[in-house]
């Protein structure tokens, strides 16, 4: 299958700082990325859609100026989380998606502590 | 209503029985299907996808697929402890549009 590659894997920031997530299609070319959060014992929650070179589509409730999506290429887009709080505490985890056929690949996801 | 809806269990099974997880979606022009595996901790795997009708089988996995019924399964033969996990089932409607059941968690039970 398709690889997708995530960094870092672990962070751990103080309040009002800004934390950077990398995400990256390591063998294929991704058109578009997502990226989610999870809580523990809790689903999947997507965040935003992005299209290489093109402004992210954020779902209903995400702040998009707190969370920065950039996709400046076909194999890597960023998460920025700007002036990060407790509750931003979660786990991030981007996937990437092939064409044809259409399936999703998610990266190991990344831990980010707030404190 | 959801977009796809799946039991969030637990289902306990033991270990070398058939684990039967099942998910079921609304909209009717959904084209791809797919289950993930996420173990606790760590992000979703991809383990089956499906695209037509019928049954698709994969080693231990088998993926069925009734479109009429708008109705998608995973059955896992000889379940080992080793396959308890979070199972997530997977909607794609048009291109980059991707809908996530909440995930059935499955025990194996030793």
């Known amino acids: 299958g398709a690889v997708v590659s995530q960094h870092p894997s672990w962070v751990i920031c103080k309040s009002g700082t800004s934390v950077k997530i990398e995400c990256r299609s390591l063998d294929f070319q991704a058109t578009t990325m997502f990226w989610y959060r999870q809580f523990p014992k809790q689903s999947l929650m997507l965040m935003a859609t992005?299209?290489?070179?093109?402004?992210?589509?954020?779902e209903q409730g995400v702040e998009k100026d707190k969370f920065l999506i950039n996709h400046a290429s076909l194999t890597l887009s960023t998460l920025t989380v700007t002036s990060a709080h407790p509750e931003d505490s979660s786990f991030y985890i981007c996937?990437?998606?092939?064409?044809?056929?259409?399936?999703?690949?998610f990266g190991p996801g990344t831990r980010l502590t707030v404190t | 209503q959801k977009e796809v809806e799946q039991n969030s269990g637990p289902l306990s099974v033991p270990e070398g029985a058939i684990a039967s997880l099942n998910c079921t979606y609304s909209?009717?022009?959904?084209?791809?299907f797919f289950w993930y595996r996420q173990y606790s901790g760590k992000s979703p795997e991809l383990i089956m996808s499906?695209?037509?009708?019928g049954d698709k089988e994969d080693g231990r996995f088998t993926a069925q697929l009734n479109k009429a019924s708008q109705y998608v399964s995973l059955l896992i033969r000889d379940s080992q402890p080793s396959d308890s996990a979070t199972y997530l089932c997977a909607v794609n409607i048009n291109f980059n549009k991707f809908y996530f059941g909440s995930g059935t968690k499955l025990n194996v039970k030793p």
């Open positions: 499906i695209y037509s009708n």
């Open positions: 992005s299209n290489e070179g093109s402004k992210a589509t954020y």
């Open positions: 996937s990437a998606g092939t064409s044809d056929p259409y399936e999703q690949y």
């Open positions: 909209d009717r022009v959904s084209q791809s």
